[in-house]
């Protein structure tokens, strides 16, 4: 699995065909970590687009997939479909996902009938090779959460701006790394904003994206960063930013520290509540 994954929701919303021949490029390009989840998730066509492409290209790519609904039942038939629009009879990891949100509550999605249980039981028939979470906010969910499930990877927002409210990174990271689950980064631009699909509308402004991207893979124990990229250009940028990669210094750190700050309290809790 590259560093590099490629969150597929932006071109899930291009039509048809020109989404198919993005994905096709960020494949030859070598992003063959694609992330992706259905319409409901917000990811649009994504899940369709990326079917007919994974129909002739199955061996080339780790995909992930997301399941968001708390009852196991109702889950475990969304990722059938989730599977059936991929054309994929297995995925490498299926998350469940925002565990940080009012409908995915730790009494709900941990009960015998909830979506973890769940997903062991397609663990164990196939369906999946890993399981794992994601979510924006409340932290403390995901320190939870290696309390009460074996899960295999973890996704959270992680940034130059992020930290100063959310802070997986020192929250739940740490724990999360000592036993072994694999953390990945999403949200290094911020998100998008308004109606804005991709990175062109992200919160963060041009000029910190590079120095965001590089302080996510520099965090320890990460795995790789999932990034929303919706054309070429956003690609190629992106793809010259992780190959010249190099940690962001302590110094750099410093310097940076009150402009991320004064982001942080004007985005307020923008995915969220932090507690």
Known sequence: MPILGLGTAP????????????????????????????????????????GQVLAERRGEAFVATRCNEPDGETALRQLRDNLTALRIEQADVVYVQSIGGERMAPERIFAKDGVCAALDEARRDGLTRFVGVTGHHRPWRFVQAMEAWDFDAMMNPVSLVARHTYDFEGQAWPAAAAKGIALLGMKVFGGVKDSARSAKGAHLPDALKEASLRYALGLPGCSGIVIGMIDDEELHQTLDWVRAWTPVTAAELVALEAPTRELAAEWGEIYGPPR
Do not use: I, K, W
């Open 11 to 50: 071109a899930g919303h291009r039509p048809e065909a020109e989404a198919v021949a993005f994905y096709h490029r960020c494949l030859d390009a070598g992003v063959t970590h694609l992330d992706t989840g259905p319409a409901s998730g917000g990811y649009g066509n994504a899940q369709a687009y990326l």
